[in-house]
């Protein structure tokens, strides 16, 4: 600060920061505050980049656990009743909100001396005592990071900036303290690990997870669905525990780097302090910051108790976070999302959004009448290994909609029959890339080695013709399931026939444009080759994997 602003400024229970999509598809900013009171008159949240509304979703689930879940509720009986009466006033309380709020009203200063929100008041001193201890030179000049590194639409290194920026050169170098807030829950959630101070220990929290979230058909049913109450036993989680509070009702943590088992609480694991971060402000606009490691868990941890990721098994922990690939759909990665098992593995571990939606359709009447579909939204950071480091070099956005219905437990079948009517398209996908990459054998070219990066190459992207080709008809069909109307053996046999026919498709068009070359083919060791029964075995292969 330069003497000029004054010591605390710029609250966000009370400035608008928060950007929503309104019904009427008008682009508004609320405070914290006005988000509560009127969630059921916007569509969604509308931020910058979609894993921002993510993280600024996490801060607002974590207010209402502090709001609604009190030592009361005991058990899943007590959850659900309590999520019951809160969904049928569809809007908010917002008195309870308000007053839950009120004792922590200076703990939500974006600029404070000694609290700034989601901050580190003291990190130049700390970082000064910390590089003392290691014998290194301590300045006294402070070296902001540029307002650059902060936005994530942005994002560049202070030495190499991008090519084509998404903001001008002087909005680039500022931020408004809204903006500045919405990126400063980004930066906590989804940094790379370029915090080098002390050491670096992976990217932020919100960065190792493949996130997911129901959307509903306004902002206050988006939160509403994913306000989940118990864990995958059915147990409630501890919100009450003295030991486990929420970033606001617990004294700022100053230290630099520190290794934190998993709060059982859901509002304090909601607002983990990755990274130890420090704004800093000139006439009224953020033009810099500070950055260190801050709270992160053991390699060995164990993250069950989030419920906003998809899972992998983990020869270590049993389950890990599974990250979202960007190239894929998210329908490919169905057995994930739902948490079923493949074949004969027993490694699926159910993500606990899932869980609570399956719960939910179980034992909630109002729910059922209320929603017919379940819209499932994936989103998360795609990283790279760029010099020592791991950089964000894209965002992930998909989603999919799926009857409600799919998701009862007397309906599991249904959910095993389509997972494996996947893996089946999944092989035929497989077949159509070997297919193309024979085709372009016998053309002439050479392909030396087995498997060649040529031949790699020239799969991979057959494979991805074939999956964009498939997505929307799957989506359509997977829409179109209604385990409470259809026949499960007449819909499953129906989507194989879809991936049949398209497959087919794609390779009977890529027979016909063969080179005369090609069809006559050469002679391979076993007996000659040639476009015609590369296709007649791709034939065969297609009728064994999808009928």
Known sequence: MDGKEPEMEFNLLDEPWIVVKTKANETKTWSILELFEHAHEAQDLAGELPTQDVAIMRLLLAIMHGAFVTDDIADSDDAINLWTDLWEQKQFPYDNIKAYLEPYHDRFWLFHPTQPFYQSAHIKKNMDAYKAAKGKKVSAEIKWKTVARLVGDLFQSDHAPRLFPAR??????????????????HLNGFDDDSAKMPTPKGVGYLGQLGILYAKGRNLFETLMLNFVLVDDRDEVFADNEEDSKAYWEKPICETIEREISQPRAQKDLLTMQSRRILLHREQGMVTGYLLTMGDYFAKDASLLNEVMTVWKSDDTRGFAPKRHQ???QIWRDLSSLLGMKIKNDDNARQPGIIHWLQMLEDTTEKIRF??????????GASYSLKGAGWQIVDYIQD???????????????WVQEIVGVLERTKEAVRRLGYFAADIDEVSGDSLQG???????EIVKLAQEEGYHHLDQAFQSW?????PDKDELETRTAEWLLIAKKTLLRLAQEQLNQCSETALVGRIKEGG??????????FQHHI?????
């Open 370 to 379: 209320d929603v017919n579909l379940f819209h499932i939204c994936v989103t």
């Open 478 to 482: 997977l829409l179109g399931v209604n």
């Open 528 to 537: 000659e080759q040639n476009a015609i029964k590369a296709f007649q075995e």
């Open 543 to 547: 009728k064994k994997a999808l009928g």
């Open 450 to 456: 087995s498997p060649s990066t040529k031949r790699r």
């Open 399 to 413: 989603d999919l909609t799926i009857n409600a219905s799919l998701l009862a437990k007397m309906n599991e079948m």
């Open 168 to 185: 001008t050169r002087e909005a680039q170098n500022r931020l408004t303290y809204a903006e500045a807030a919405r990126w400063l829950l």
């Open 326 to 328: 960007l190239e894929a």
